[in-house]
């Protein structure tokens, strides 16, 4: 094959996979997708707006997301750093939430969850 034929090829192949790669979000939109509906599920369960930032140590990766993901989220009280709620969050590949389960308290800590898996 000479290399006009593969240059062709290789394209053909790009311009198929486009779509697929086009819709796919980051992880950390699943990320953010889902530390907003657990925020929104808690306002909505007090009856007031809830105000939230995520730490540092909480960021994901901006690699393409290929399927389903799970997120374990420790929500926590700012000034006393005290958990005040926990959750796992499911999203699909294009960062849509799919299920939120809120945990009871007394639930391992999010990397305890996460790892054990």
């Known amino acids: 094959m ?3 034929k593969i240059l062709t090829m290789g394209c053909a192949v790009a311009i198929a996979l486009a779509p697929f790669s ?8 699943g990320l953010d997708a889902c530390a907003s509906a657990v ?3 808690l306002a909505t369960s007090n009856g007031a ?6 730490s540092e ?3 994901a990766s ?4 290929r399927m389903t993901e799970t997120y374990h989220l ?9 958990v005040v709620a926990r959750a796992d969050c ?18 391992p800590d999010a990397a305890q969850r996460a790892a054990s898996l």
């Not at 901006?62 to 997301?65: A, G, L």
């Open 74 to 82: 420790d929500v926590r009280d700012p000034s006393s750093d005290e």
């Open 22 to 29: 086009v819709k796919a979000a980051s992880l950390q939109d």
């Open 90 to 107: 499911v999203v699909d590949s294009r960062a849509r939430v799919k299920n939120v389960v809120t945990l009871p308290l007394d639930e």
């Open 62 to 65: 901006k690699s393409r997301s």
């Open 49 to 54: 707006p809830i105000d939230y930032s995520m």
């Open 39 to 41: 925020v929104d599920e």
């Open 57 to 59: 140590d909480s960021r």
């Open 2 to 4: 000479n290399n006009s």
